[in-house]
Structures are given as C-alpha cells and as structure tokens.
C-alpha cells in the first residue's frame, strides 16, 4: 500500500488544473516586506516572521515562517561593538593631557558629552560612559561606551616652540 499518486492521498483529483500551480495551489513568486529589526539586535541572532514561509502542500494548513539572519555589517565607524559595549578613541594634545582639559565625545546615537581628562593623563588611558553603549536586546537597558586617550604629539615645531620646551626639560617634573 503506498499513498496515490494522482490525489497524494486527499481522495481528490484536480480535472482541469490551474497553468500557473498545476493544480497544487501554490506558485513560485518574490515579495518584498518590511521587517522591524528590535534594538540590540546582533550578529548571528535569528529573527522569526510568521506566515511568509513555506506555503502548505496543496494549501492544507498554514503558511511557514521565514527565518532571517542578522550579520552586522562592517562599516567605516569611529566606534568598535563589543557586546553590548562600544569602544573608540579620544584625542587629546599632549599639553592637554599634561595640564588636564575637558573634552567633547560624541556618541553613536550623535550626542556629545563632556569629559574631564585629569592632569598627567597617559596615552591609553580609558574613560567609561555608562550607559552609552549599545541597546541590551530585549530591555531598556544599555552597555556602556569606552574611550581610549590617545595622545597628539605636535608636528613641525617652530623655534620659540622648541627653545620653551627645552627650558621645561631643565624643570623638576619634565626630568
């Protein structure tokens, strides 16, 4: 005993099928739909559309889902995702650094905050922006954002430049 081969074992055979589905009630065909992509979303999460999968064999049930992947896109960005952190850069003069200043970051979302960089700042030092980072996927909360100072060296000094710092080089803190 196997299932028929004609009606697939409905007990109904289509007389005059259909050109497009020949009789199995489905066709082939593109559609394009707009999906919202949550926040926090992240490389390698699998998102479930309901509906716009799979049709059922001879229209006998529902239509299955389509399963999306999500891949970050790798972008030109002065920030770098981790997890739910980001990381990026701060440049700071050296006198800057020496002296202590404040500075303006901006973050992912275009937002600028200020930050205090402290006298005697090294290069490499990093400053926490909590709650600045990427969206946690299903709550409202956020990870945090990092800055790295990077310290500037001048370039292309001029003679009154060069003689004062020479005259520093001589003084207790620059030994």
Known sequence: MTTCNHCGGTGKITTNPCSKCGGNGITDSIQEIEIDIPKGAFSGMQLNVHGYGQAPIKMNGNFGNLLIDILQKDEETKFTRDGHNLETTIEVPVIDAILGCEVSVETINGKTLKAK??????????????????????????????????????????????????ELKTKENFK
């Open 117 to 166: 960089i402290p006298s005697g700042t090294c290069d490499g030092h990093t400053l926490r922006f909590g709650g600045y980072g990427m969206p946690k996927y299903g709550t409202n909360e956020y990870g945090d954002m990092y800055g790295e100072v990077i310290l500037k060296m001048p370039k292309g000094l001029n003679d009154e430049e060069r003689k004062l710092l020479h």
